[in-house]
């Protein structure tokens, strides 16, 4: 699929319900096709090994029929497109999660020799966890925003930044963290802004990252992640998804598509819920703190007066599991779930205490999440009152 946008630029919402879908109608279809095969049947066996051999040097995209799921897959590269087309970027490469994304993009920049990486703290736990863990040899320097231009060594591969940060909605002026990059890539985890809220590349960045999982596919019903980049970067991460097989699956690929085509409308209506609720919930006695970024969005992040996991056993209407960006309402304990895997300093040094919820807002009815959020801040105040006073 061409990832170049039309001559009249349009505008995101449209972008969203036609990129990756522009053929269509020359095909006489309507709905996009889903193609399940994992092979694909050629009888010029020399044009195949001439693909191939093309691949292997340029990690170009295979131009013609597929060959293998492995290398390529038409429903796939039209979610590809479309998300390039989002995020303004020339190229996208999809991936099975997005550990499995950020993963490769270590790895490409490793195999250039650069393992060294500069890393603004908070990240998604398990980003944080794959860096510190030494798990695929990356080296990590943890700095805040202002200190990026002095971490960065002659070996030094990306900075990453998550912004607004996983689970603090912590903001980072990208622009001038772009500037402190020099010429390293900036990554920039934009999974809780999405498209609708931020382009990072418009303010530097080189390498944008999405767990797809979260409101890309929008349903929670769909495992995937995506690296939006130039062609040059693109073909360098093509080559290490067809070495290491963490391939996007077309029903995945399919799904995300479709995710895509309601993104503006289900981000902006989630994020005008979500000011609401940090509106009362910073009104409130019963909470400490609450977070929400400059930025908006539909994550809200607050640190409770009284016992955060009677909060988590009381709501009702909203859902008690990790994970977010689906059309109904989560809240998780960042603590316990998915930043348990940070070293607890590293965790608390990092804002996220452990009075610290984590609320992704869905599309039910304000009133309806605020009574629910009510009755479980009363819960947990109820249940702080019979706890015996520490000594």
């Not at 996991?309 to 709501?315: N, P, Q, S, T």
């Not at 947990?380 to 000594?391: G, H, I, L, N, W």
Request: with cysteine; glycine share 8%; charged share 20%.
């Amino acid at each position: 699929m061409d990832t170049t946008a039309s001559a009249h630029l349009r505008a995101l919402a449209t972008e969203a319900v036609h990129a990756g879908r522009e053929d269509l109608a020359d095909l006489g279809l309507h709905a996009v096709p889903l193609d399940l095969s994992t092979t694909y049947p050629s009888r010029d066996s020399r044009a195949e090994a001439a693909r191939l051999d093309n691949f292997a040097a340029t990690g170009a995209a295979l131009t013609g029929p597929p060959v293998y799921s492995r290398l390529d897959n038409p429903t796939v590269a039209r979610f590809e497109t479309a998300l390039a087309r989002l995020e303004g970027a020339e190229a996208a490469v999809a991936f099975a999660s997005g550990m499995a994304a950020l993963t490769a993009t270590l790895l490409a920049r490793a195999s250039m020799g650069l393992r060294h990486v500069v890393a603004v703290r908070p990240l998604y736990g398990c980003s944080d966890h794959l860096l510190t863990g030494g798990l695929i040899g990356t080296e990590v320097t943890w700095t805040d925003p202002a200190g990026v231009a002095d971490a960065i060594r002659p070996d030094t591969g990306l900075v990453i930044v998550e912004t607004p940060a996983n689970p603090t909605l912590a903001e980072v002026d990208l622009r001038a963290v772009a500037h402190s990059c020099g010429e390293v890539p900036l990554l920039v985890d934009n999974t809780f802004a999405t498209p609708v809220l931020q382009r990072p590349l418009e303010s530097g960045a080189r390498i944008v990252l999405h767990s797809a999982t979260k409101y890309l596919g929008g349903h929670g019903d769909v495992l995937g992640g995506v690296v939006a980049c130039d062609e040059e970067f693109a073909r360098v991460l093509r080559k290490v998804r067809f070495a290491t097989g963490g391939v996007l699956h077309p029903l995945a690929g399919y799904l995300l598509l479709r995710g895509l085509s309601t993104l503006p409308v289900r981000v902006r209506a989630a994020s005008a819920t979500a000011a609401v609720l940090a509106e009362r919930l910073a009104a409130d006695p019963r909470v400490a703190k609450v977070h929400y970024p400059r930025i908006g969005g539909a994550m809200v992040a607050f640190e409770v007066q009284g016992d955060p996991h009677e909060v988590i056993a009381g709501v009702r209407l909203i859902t008690p599991a990790v994970s977010l960006g689906s059309v109904d309402t989560l809240i998780q304990h960042p603590a316990s779930i998915s930043h348990r895997i940070v070293d607890e300093g590293d965790r608390r040094g990092a804002g996220v205490s452990d009075s610290l919820l984590r609320l992704s807002v869905g599309l039910e009815d304000v009133e309806d999440l605020w009574a629910d959020l009510d009755s479980a801040l009363s819960a947990a105040e109820r249940a702080s009152r019979r706890m015996p006073a520490k000594r």
